[in-house]
């Protein structure tokens, strides 16, 4: 008898113990990783990229650098917030994450195309001629092998231009060209 009340008490416990979960519990941090990546995947996942969802995507990037600033995905999460953002006439908002990527993720790999990318929002989308070619010449002197020097260096040239008269010139240029 008392080995059948072992027996029970040893298959209750043995029960008890593989009904546990092994899984650990998901940190924020993964949680917030997730919600970005199905975010990410429906805003791609549409012809027309609804502003709302744009700016929800833009906050979630926003929430998880807050959060996790050492984290490696930061850069890359700034560097797509200010795509977005410049893409939904944010661009002063453009700039702030592409500074904040300037200013804290120096080794990221795209971090030449987001000093030109400052310029670039400088000049075309903000008229800082100022800051564009700060900017501008900043990415010529460190980066004077990366492809986009030719933009840069051209788009220095027709800085203080205005439009009429870079028409006119474009004319110009045009007419000697036939």
Known sequence: MKSKI???IVIF???FYS?????KPISEQEI??????????ELLGTDEIDPKLANGMIGLYEAYVQKFPEDANCAEYLFKAADIAMNFDRSEDAIAFLSQI?????????YSTCIFLIAFVYDNNL???ENARKYYNK???KYPQHNLVKNAEAALEY?????????ELFNKMNDTLQ
């Open 6 to 8: 072992v027996l029970v």
């Open 13 to 15: 416990i043995v029960s």
């Open 19 to 23: 009904c546990k979960s092994n899984r």
């Open 32 to 41: 917030l990783k997730q919600e970005i990546k199905t975010s990410e995947q």
């Open 102 to 110: 300037e200013k804290d993720y120096i080794d990221f790999d795209k």
């Open 127 to 129: 008229g800082d001629v």
């Open 139 to 141: 990415f010529i002197a």
């Open 159 to 167: 800085l203080e231009i205005d439009d009429e008269d870079l028409i």
